[in-house]
T-cell receptor, first 115, second 116 residues
Framework: KQEVTQIPAALSVPEGENLVLNCSFTDSAIYNLQWFRQDPGKGLTSLLL?????REQTSGRLNASLDKSSGRSTLYIAASQPGDSATYLC??????????????FGTGTQLKVEL | GAVVSQHPSRVICKSGTSVKIECRSL??????MFWYRQFPKKSLMLMATSNEGSKATYEQGVEKDKFLINHASLTLSTLTVTSAHPEDSSFYIC????????????FGQGTRLTVV
């Protein structure tokens, strides 16, 4: 069974700092990995999708990397802003034990960016 | 990104009644939709996967007679919580894909269900 872990569980940083969120997964035979943002009481907003053949994806101040063989992904946020405060979730799609069409979610990192 | 609309965003119902939650893909055809449940400060738990025109596939431990899922068209899936009880109170989120596992998944805004 695919298991996804995110470290740290919570993070508080001052505005302007660059930061890295980590995601690890146990079954490396995945189709893709997606990073999401969730604001309190809201649904999920897709941030970045990395296919299994790709090593990284970038969108604005966000950069996500994928090392499938080691079962790791990182989300890099540059020049953090208070508006970045949210819970960040990574999810892996597919895998031999994850079920081809399903997403398996990590436990999330709750980020707070302070003024 | 594509838009998935979920309705209602909040609902309060009496114990023993049924509640229907709708999930619509607004600008794409969703071959597969997913329903998740999220407990406070926890991650998303997949309840079931539904493909248009066929029966939903439920995850282990999810009661299919309690959580009825219908995926009648390529743009609409519904989750009905039947004979709701206070322990069914939770945040329910739907997701949709246009294709198979290597396509991006888009999520609705979620529905906060409170059973009193």
């Amino acid at each position: 069974k695919q298991e996804v872990t995110q470290i740290p569980a919570a993070l508080s940083v001052p505005e302007g700092e660059n930061l890295v969120l980590n995601c690890s997964f146990t079954d490396s035979a995945i189709y893709n990995l997606q990073w999401f943002r969730q604001d309190p009481g809201k649904g999920l907003t897709s941030l970045l999708l990395i296919q299994s053949s790709q090593r990284e994806q970038t969108s604005g101040r966000l950069n996500a990397s994928l090392d499938k063989s080691s079962g790791r992904s990182t989300l890099y946020i540059a020049a953090s802003q208070p508006g970045d405060s949210a819970t960040y979730l990574c999810a892996v799609g597919g895998g031999l034990t994850g079920g081809g069409n399903k997403l398996t979610f990590g436990t999330g990192t709750q980020l707070k960016v302070e003024l | 990104g594509a838009v998935v609309s979920q309705h209602p965003s909040r609902v309060i119902c009496k114990s023993g009644t049924s509640v229907k939650i709708e999930c619509r893909s607004l600008d794409f055809q969703a071959t597969t939709m997913f329903w998740y449940r999220q407990f406070p400060k926890k991650s998303l738990m997949l309840m079931a996967t539904s493909n248009e025109g066929s029966k939903a596939t439920y995850e282990q431990g999810v009661e299919k007679d309690k959580f009825l899922i219908n995926h009648a068209s390529l743009t609409l899936s519904t989750l009905t919580v039947t004979s709701a009880h206070p322990e069914d109170s939770s945040f329910y989120i739907c997701s949709a894909r246009a294709g198979f596992g290597n396509t991006e998944a888009f999520f609705g805004q979620g529905t906060r269900l409170t059973v009193v």
